[in-house]
């Protein structure tokens, strides 16, 4: 599970400091799994599966991890790679004339929704981005999960009441 959805950003990638928390800032915020809720590793990833089997919001798990990227226009990435190199400039020599919330809004209307392993390499190729792995892990979901989860969910449901 962690190589399907454990790619997906959490809140403390977000405390990542320089361009390697820019991957997840760049993700639509209401795509950002918590701490808790995640297939990171085992032990939340178990408590993710037993939440499943209690059936406690798996609409939400299934809305969440199965989320594709979101529609572009074309040359958006090369638009956030301007913006971007804008930003670096700005902060380098102290001229920073918007702050960091207004230009994050600004690029996740470039970019909404989570991004694919194509963009990410793109700006990780022009500098602007690292990426802890090669090629860069997209912060969408996988369609996986609508066939996973319910099965999952059913396989569960049939073990606990025999």
């Not at 977000?14 to 701490?35: E, N, Q, V, Y």
């Not at 995640?38 to 299934?62: A, C, H």
């Not at 226009?73 to 090369?78: M, Q, R, W």
Request: charged share 15%.
């Amino acid at each position: 599970l962690s190589q399907l959805f454990g790619n997906l950003c959490t809140q403390s990638d977000l405390l990542l400091r320089g361009k390697s928390a820019l991957r997840c800032l760049l993700t639509d915020p209401s795509m950002i799994l918590d701490d808790q809720f995640n297939f990171k590793s085992l032990p939340t990833s178990l408590l993710v599966l037993l939440r499943m089997i209690l059936i406690d919001g798996w609409s939400q798990f299934l809305r969440l991890f199965t989320r594709p990227a979101g529609v572009r226009k074309s040359g958006a990435v090369e638009q956030v790679a301007a913006v971007l190199q804008l930003y670096e400039y700005e902060v380098e020599h102290n001229l920073l004339l918007e702050d960091k919330t207004s230009i994050l809004d600004h690029l996740h209307q470039l970019l909404p929704g989570c991004l694919s392993s194509r963009e990410l390499t793109d700006l990780q190729d022009r500098g602007l981005l690292v990426c802890h792995v090669s090629p860069c892990d997209s912060t969408c979901g996988s369609w996986l999960g609508y066939f996973y989860f319910p099965l999952f969910i059913i396989c569960s449901v049939v073990v606990l009441l025999n």
